[in-house]
């Protein structure tokens, strides 16, 4: 019997157990009948992938938007300056604009028309990117893999890398790095500080933001950012080249973090890790259009995977990379495609220059700004962040504190106790 869409057991659950007949149940159809939430609501025998019960809280910056959103509605009159995430602020440059407009055009006409690309990335576009990035540290067109962005492809690496293997990164570091490696299974559980099983390398001021790897364990993955979101600090040559040997002595893999490069201006700060010989053996590079031409929503990016690169047992990496993108991308937007290609023309480069000069000069006034109020500051420089430092009593502790508060995976609280990030976009 059914009543309600319940049925007869649960029903005689919201009455007392006496009731003896079925009149007497509809005499009371007045009543609503609802069965126990942990019964009505759950109705898959699936268990939650337990990894995602290791995060802490959501991922960072959607929670730093969320936390912004809710002081903006209780205090609508108050003027927010967010700097909580490294957003693009400026139009896309005209040249890129207009490519990607003629090719959305295309689209609609019988000779423009294309369907499914190269999962790899259009030809025209991975020689390009090889032509003006790459050519010059040796790397080929058919090392570089063209995908939907920097992000999208650290996941995608720590799938090719599975599960078993053992993970580093900079302390602090772009979040991704972290989160991405719990959901994944790499870690333990989150002891109040840190994660368990990932090694964190300490990255402090007074060692100029680069880890002292003789302290440093072995690990089979290296995440290396530079420029470093969030302190701006940019490895100089001698600190790339030991990180690259300690690598060869460990037999590790770097996964370089490419994506603020073409901010650097010091000449003794490497653009790419391949700079540093012998690095194609050790490492691989991910770089993105996100912040050089505004394609934060665009979505277009690529990842280096050199033929010298090799697994313990002698098999390529990127034959796996190429299996992965294959499998489970179809390939970055044709129309994002004919941006990016306009985007390292002589032309649409020097506008990417331009776009590059102008987060600069913003990352300048806050960073001169903040020294005027007799803060320390660090970055700034050759990227498009600046690092606070504040004292212990000082209000702008809300600052560091909000931040550390919103991270799903924090950056242990001796890292942000004192110190805060403002991005510049």
């Keep these: 019997m059914t009543m309600l869409g319940l049925t007869s057991n649960r029903a005689t659950s919201c009455f007392k157990h006496n009731l003896p007949t079925r009149s007497r149940l509809v005499s009371h159809v ?30 960072l910056f959607p929670e730093v938007a969320r936390r912004r959103r809710e002081h903006q509605a209780a205090n609508p009159d108050a003027k927010l300056l967010s700097l909580g995430i490294g957003d693009t602020t400026e139009p896309i440059p005209p040249t890129i604009v207009n490519a990607m407009r003629d090719a959305a055009i295309g689209l609609g006409t019988r000779e423009g028309y294309s369907g499914y690309g190269s999962e790899q990335g259009q030809s025209k576009l991975r020689e390009a990117i090889t032509e003006r990035l790459y050519a010059h540290v040796g790397r080929k067109p058919n090392e570089i893999f063209v995908s939907d962005g920097s992000k999208c492809d650290i996941g995608r690496l720590q799938l090719m890398f599975g599960a078993d293997v053992s993970i580093a990164t900079q302390d602090p570091a772009y979040p991704v790095y972290v989160d991405s490696s719990v959901i994944m299974g790499m870690t333990g559980e989150h002891n109040g500080e840190d994660f368990d099983g990932i090694t964190y390398m300490v990255c402090r001021p007074e060692t100029q933001f680069f880890p002292d790897l003789s302290k440093a364990e072995r690990t089979d993955i290296i995440f290396f950012c530079s420029p470093n979101n969030p302190t701006g600090a940019a490895a100089t040559r001698s600190q790339l080249t030991e990180l690259v040997a300690f690598a060869k002595k460990n037999g590790s893999i770097i996964v370089f973090d490419a994506a603020y490069a073409l901010f650097i201006s010091d000449p003794d700060c490497p653009r790419t890790i391949y700079e540093i010989p012998g690095a194609e053996e050790v490492a691989l590079e991910t770089c993105s259009f996100s912040k050089y031409a505004g394609f934060t929503g665009v979505r277009l990016g690529w990842t280096v995977v050199p033929e010298q690169l090799r697994y313990a047992d002698g098999f390529q990496v990127m034959n796996d990379w190429n299996r992965v993108m294959s499998t489970i991308f179809n390939g970055a937007s044709n129309i994002a495609q004919a941006g990016g290609l306009a985007a390292l023309s002589d032309k649409g480069w020097a506008e990417v220059q331009d776009l590059v000069a102008f987060y600069k000069e913003n990352a300048s006034i806050l960073k001169k700004t903040f020294q005027d109020l007799g803060f320390t500051v660090y970055g700034g420089s050759d990227a498009p962040y600046i690092w606070i430092e504040f004292p212990a009593a000082s209000p702008g502790m809300c600052l560091a504190r909000s931040w550390s508060a919103a991270t799903s995976s924090p950056p242990p609280a001796r890292a942000l106790a004192r110190r805060a990030r403002a991005s510049c976009g």
């Design 30 to 59: 007045s009543v609503r009948c609802v069965a126990a939430p942990e019964k009505s609501e759950v109705t898959t025998r699936v268990e939650r992938n337990k990894n995602f019960a290791k995060l802490q809280a959501g991922y």
